[in-house]
């Protein structure tokens, strides 16, 4: 089970962090996303880390103001900073339970939690 939180409504230039825990997995070679969609478009990775080597991946669209946190053991923040309104979209945190490289299609991903809304605007 996966549990996302701290969406809400920024202004431009703002900064947000959300928290995806989750709960019932065992195994450490897992791997917790953060990917976004807007309506009308196809979901996208934002960032994930493979939790039991540290890996991770930043989509180039927020290097330099994204930023992963390990928070403990089952829960993963995503401190977004500089906020841009083409950031506006509905965030959901995800789990790959394959013992593979890190790997950020959506497809890989087979568990997910609710999304989560963040609002970018004045």
């Known amino acids: 089970q996966l549990q996302a939180s701290g969406g809400g409504l920024v202004q431009p230039g703002g900064s947000l962090r959300l928290s995806c825990t989750a709960s019932?997995?065992?195994?450490?070679?897992?791997?917790i996303g953060w990917f976004r969609q807007v309506p009308g478009m196809g979901r996208e990775a934002v960032s994930c880390?493979?939790?039991?080597?540290?890996?991770t991946y930043y989509a180039d669209s927020i290097k330099g103001r994204f930023t992963l946190f390990r928070d403990n053991a089952k829960t993963l923040s995503l401190q977004m900073d500089s906020l841009k309104p083409e950031d506006m979209a509905v965030y959901y945190c995800?789990?790959?339970?394959?013992?593979?490289?890190?790997?950020?299609?959506?497809?890989?991903?087979?568990?997910w939690g609710q999304g989560t809304q963040v609002t970018v605007s004045s």
């Open positions: 880390m493979r939790v039991w080597d540290g890996s």
């Open positions: 019932g997995f065992t195994a450490d070679y897992y791997a």
């Open positions: 995800a789990i790959d339970s394959s013992r593979v490289p890190i790997r950020h299609g959506t497809r890989a991903y087979d568990y």
